[in-house]
């Protein structure tokens, strides 16, 4: 089974970047397509981006797209979400999370969650 761990939230100032991490565990981590999602105070947890297990295709969600880029490599059960020109409005907790679908935006398709890391962008 996968286990995830996030890190690298924190604050920033708009415009800046943010790099996360998440770190997986088990030989299977490959397995699995990983996405990241976050969530707003009183929002919805909401689809940020996927990647699927081998790497070859993401997706993002169009807020984010052109600022973020997600990342893995498999042999060190690692994925990263590379967060850049950041925006107030892209304060949040952001979780990763794991799928055994080929890649996915709906949160109910995925199997595996972390605990999530807290980025604040400041105005």
Known sequence: QAQLVESGGGLVQAGGSLRLTCAGSGRTFGNYAMGWFRQAPG???EFVATITFNAEHTAYADSVDGRFIISRDNTKNT???????????????YYCAATSAGGARVVGLYDYWGQGTQVTVSS
């Open 43 to 45: 929002k919805e947890r």
């Open 79 to 93: 994925g990263w979400l590379q967060m850049n020109r950041l925006k107030p409005e892209d304060t949040a907790v």
